[in-house]
C-alpha cells in the first residue's frame, strides 16, 4: 500500500507541473530522470525562450546523462528556430560558469556540439580556444584536447560547414599540438564524404596509414556513403576491395546497411534488394533497419507491392518487423488508398504495442470510412483508445466527424 501511493504521489506531481506555468523542481518528489521527462514534456510545447531556459535551469540538466543530453537539444533546437541565439550563447556560458560540476571538458565538448546544432560556429571554434587558452581549472596544457577538436569536427558537420572541417583539422592540429585520434580522421572522412568532396578521403587514409592509425569500419562505411551520393559506383568498389583485401575487415550488416539506404536514396531500390540477396548468401543476419530502409525505398518509389512482398519475406525469414517499418509501410498503403492492408498491418502492429503516431492511424481512420469501412474505422478508433489513452479528446473528434 505504502509503494502505491508513493507511485500515486509521483504521477500527481507530474500532472501538477505539467500544468504550470512556473517550475521549482526543487519541491517536487521526483527523480532526476523523472524531472527532465517533465521538462521534455513541456519544452515540446514551450516556446517563450525564457520560459523555456527556466525549464533547463528547473531541470538541472547534466551532459552525463543520455535523457537529460536529449533535453539539451530539444532546448537548442527550439531556440535556434525561434533565431533566439543570444539564448543560446547565454544559457551554455551561465551553466560553464555558475555550475562547478559543468567546468569540465566533458560539458566544454557538448557546448560545442550544441553550438554547432544551432549553427553558431563561431562560438564553438571561440569556446574552443578559450578552454585551451585560458587553463581551464587552472590546469596548464601540454597538449590540446583531442576531444574537444573532435567535438568541433563535429560541430561543423552539424551546421554543414563542412569547408571549415578542413581548416579546423590542419590549423588545429598544429597550434594546440594534438594527435588526431582514429574518432578524428572518421569524422573529417564523413565531413567530406557528405560535402560532396569524398575523393579527397583518400589522402586521409594515407595520413591516417603514415601515422599508425588502423582504419575501422566506420572509417569505409563514411566513405561508401560518400561515393554512393556522388553515385561514384566504380569507387565504391574500389573502397570495399581496399576494405577486406588491404585491412581484413569484412563487410557486416553496418556495411550493407549503409548501402542499402544509399541505394534506396538514390531510388534504386531493386539494385538495394538484390544487395540483400548477397547479403543473405554470405551468411550476413539482416536487422529490422535494413529492412525499413527498402521498405521505404520502394514506397517512396511507388512500388507498393514490392513492399508488402518485402514486409512479407521479411517476417518469413524470421526478422521482427519494428515500429517504424509498420509505421512506413501503413502511412504509404493508407497514402495509396490500399486501406484494407494498411488495416490488416495496423492491427497487427498494435497487438505487438506497436502505435503509429496520430496523422498516420487519421489518415487510416478516414480513409477507411470514406471508402464504406465505417464500423472498420469505428473499431480501430475503439481500440485504440481502449488500449492507449493518449489523445482521446482527438479521437472523439475523429471518431463524431466519421459518417452515421
Known amino acids: 500500500m505504502a509503494l502505491l501511493a508513493r507511485l500515486r504521489l509521483r504521477l500527481q506531481s507530474f500532472h501538477h507541473l505539467l500544468r504550470r506555468d512556473h517550475l521549482n523542481f526543487s519541491t517536487s518528489p521526483l527523480s532526476s530522470t523523472s524531472k527532465t ?8 510545447t514551450e516556446t517563450n525562450p525564457e520560459k523555456i531556459l527556466e525549464i533547463c535551469r528547473s531541470a538541472s540538466l547534466t551532459p552525463e546523462a543520455n535523457i537529460d543530453r536529449i533535453a539539451f537539444s530539444v532546448a537548442i533546437d527550439k531556440l535556434a528556430k525561434s533565431n533566439n541565439f543570444s ?10 560558469t555558475s555550475r562547478p560540476d559543468l567546468r569540465t571538458e566533458q560539458f566544454a565538448a557538448h557546448s560545442i556540439v550544441l553550438y554547432g546544432k544551432a549553427g553558431m560556429i563561431d562560438h564553438a571554434i571561440r569556446l574552443f580556444k578559450e578552454y585551451h587558452e585560458k587553463n581551464q581549472n587552472g590546469v596548464v596544457l601540454s597538449s590540446g584536447s583531442v576531444k574537444l577538436l573532435n567535438s568541433l569536427l563535429f560541430s561543423c558537420i552539424l551546421a554543414k560547414k563542412y569547408d571549415e572541417v578542413k581548416r579546423v583539422f590542419v590549423n588545429f592540429t598544429k597550434s594546440y599540438s594534438i594527435e588526431p585520434s582514429l574518432d578524428t580522421y572518421n569524422t573529417v572522412i564523413q565531413a567530406f564524404s557528405e560535402g560532396g568532396s569524398s575523393s579527397s578521403c583518400y589522402s586521409v587514409l594515407n595520413e591516417m ?20 551520393k556522388e553515385e561514384k559506383f566504380e569507387d565504391v568498389g574500389k573502397v570495399l576491395k581496399m576494405m577486406e583485401e588491404d585491412y581484413g575487415i569484412n563487410a557486416g550488416i553496418d556495411i550493407y546497411n549503409i548501402r542499402v539506404r544509399s541505394l534506396c536514396k538514390l531510388k534504386r531500390s531493386k539494385e538495394a534488394e538484390a544487395l540483400l540477396g548477397g547479403c543473405l548468401a554470405r551468411g550476413v543476419k539482416p536487422k529490422a533497419v535494413t529492412y525499413r530502409y527498402l521498405i ?26 519494428d515500429y517504424y517499418c509498420y509505421s512506413t509501410l501503413i502511412y504509404f498503403l493508407s497514402k495509396g ?3 484494407e492492408s494498411a488495416y490488416r498491418i495496423c492491427k497487427e502492429s498494435m497487438e505487438k504495442k506497436l502505435v503509429p ?14 471508402s464504406g469501412n ?5 473499431e480501430l478508433i475503439g ?21 452515421q
Open 37 to 44: 521527462r517533465v521538462a521534455l514534456s513541456l519544452l515540446k
Open 87 to 96: 539564448y543560446i550563447d547565454e544559457f551554455l556560458t551561465e551553466l560553464r
Open 209 to 228: 596509414d603514415k601515422k599508425g592509425v588502423r582504419p575501422n569500419a566506420t572509417t569505409f562505411g563514411n566513405l561508401i556513403a560518400g561515393f554512393y
Open 296 to 321: 521505404f525505398g520502394y514506397c517512396k518509389e511507388g512500388n507498393l507491392e514490392g513492399a508488402k512482398s518485402l514486409f512479407k519475406s521479411m517476417v518469413n525469414r524470421g526478422c521482427e518487423p
Open 337 to 339: 488508398r490500399d486501406f
Open 357 to 370: 503516431n496520430f496523422p498516420t492511424l487519421k489518415m487510416l481512420v478516414e480513409g477507411l470510412a470514406s
Open 374 to 378: 465505417v464500423e472498420k474505422a469505428k
Open 383 to 403: 481500440e485504440i483508445k481502449e488500449k492507449f489513452s493518449k489523445n482521446v479528446d482527438l479521437w472523439n473528434e475523429v471518431e463524431a466527424g466519421l459518417p
